[in-house]
């Protein structure tokens, strides 16, 4: 089932900078996609553009075989995961969590128990309390996974999540993205100029090359790496 729907979509900046040129790519439930290339080659913009932050140039995209409209529509949503964690500085870990369901306005009854699942999820229980520069930098990206996931969107975006950590804690967090879209069946795109991130993380790898950026390759991997 296809979740989301690039077709032939090309994306020239103000400045004439041709970033996106044909790029094809149709994303289907359960999938974890790598897009992999190297700086420049278009990533970030066809990223974007899959969130429903850019405006294409031309070529269309359909969510859930729909347009643009139907994200919000409840059960329909995606979340976007930013290089910096971008929380709250002002806002405690447990207020930064609920920030989307405040947005939506959402009133269940459940929110806190939701919140408490959302911080167990990525291995924050106990630090709901704390203020963000009072966590490491791989803790403050897990709170803005929680922060993603606590709406349970149907399709999760990262933008080189965790780049701006050093390698160890990178792995790690790595490692647990990886179980819990396994365990969880999330749809997942995921930029990357890691190839080792690509082929150890995803179940389709997707390498595009710079001017103009195209995609040049779409690998399937069906025989995953190793994975405990
Ligand atoms: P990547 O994520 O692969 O590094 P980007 O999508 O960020 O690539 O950029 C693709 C190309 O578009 C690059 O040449 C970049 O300089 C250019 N670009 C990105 N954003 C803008 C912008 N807002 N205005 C003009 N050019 C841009
Ligand atoms: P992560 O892999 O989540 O980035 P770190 O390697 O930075 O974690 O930290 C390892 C562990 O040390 C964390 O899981 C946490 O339990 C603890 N820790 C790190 N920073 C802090 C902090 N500022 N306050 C309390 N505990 C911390």
Known sequence: RPVLQVSDVNKIYANGTVALKGADLTVRQGEFVSLLGPSGCGKSTLLRIMAGLGDVTSGTVNWWEHDYNVIGDKGRKLAFVFQNATLMPWARVRK??????????????????????????????????????????????????????????????????????????RNKLNDDVLKLWQKNGWTIVFVTHSVYEAVYLSSRVVVMAARPGRIVEDIRIDEPYPRS
């Open 96 to 169: 930064n969590v609920r920030l989307p369901l405040d947005l939506e306005g959402d009133a269940s009854t459940d929110i806190e128990g939701r919140i408490d699942r959302a911080l167990e999820m990525v291995g924050l229980t106990g630090f709901d309390n704390a203020f963000p520069r009072e966590l490491s930098g791989g803790m403050q990206m897990r709170a803005s996974i929680a922060r993603a996931m606590i709406t349970e969107p149907n399709l999760l975006l990262m933008d080189e999540p965790f780049g701006a950590l050093d390698e160890m804690t």
